[in-house]
Structure formats: C-alpha cells, structure tokens
C-alpha cells in the first residue's frame, strides 16, 4: 500500500517537473525572441517558420508566436514596428475568427507603406 502511495507521489513530481521544464523553456524563448525583436533593424519576421531560417529575418513558430492570439503579437510588436513579413502555409490552418485575429495584429504590427 504505502509502495503505491510512493510511486504515485513520484510519478505526480516527474510530471509537474516536466510541466515546470516545459514552461521555463517557453518563457526563455520568448524573452530570447523580445532580444532578437528589439535588435533588428530592418525587422523582418517569417510567420510559422517552422525550423526555416533566413538570413537577416526572424523565425517564428507557433510555440514563440500564436498568430491567432492578440496577446502573442503586442507581447513581441509595437504598432508599426515591422517592416515585412512572410506567411506561407498558415493561414489555411485558421479558422475564420483566428484568421481575423492574425490579419488585424499583422497589419497593426506592420509599417505603412
């Protein structure tokens, strides 16, 4: 009985340490993202990169940028901040009011012409 009682306790701690590792991961991405963000000039964002890298634009997936979430994009983007962005094979994943969310804050993000 008490064994059971240990290796539940065991396999509760294994998963919320994964859970805790999941989220530091994240937060120092993100913070290592705004890094990036802030330094580029011209700044160039490829939207659902993927592992796809281009030379002097910054790669984004959905784990550092969830186009469908207004606060993934105010959290990365001022207003007018971005001079271009590239997205292809994304939108199609959207539903209609994800794909209006994306579309506004990528136009809020981007500079006038």
Known sequence: MLSRIVSGIRRMVRLLLG???RVLLERRR???LKRLVRRTKPLRVVL????????????????T????RR?????????GS???????????HLDER???IAL???YRALKEA
């Open 19 to 21: 859970r805790v590792k």
């Open 98 to 100: 994800q794909l209006r």
């Open 30 to 32: 993100i913070r290592d």
């Open 71 to 79: 606060r993934h994009w105010r959290r990365l983007f001022c207003r």
């Open 82 to 92: 971005v001079e271009n962005m590239l997205c292809e094979h994304v939108l199609e």
């Open 48 to 63: 659902g990169a993927s592992s796809q890298n281009f030379p002097g634009w910054i790669s984004t997936n959905i784990e």
């Open 104 to 106: 506004r804050e990528a």
């Open 65 to 68: 940028l969830d186009i469908s």
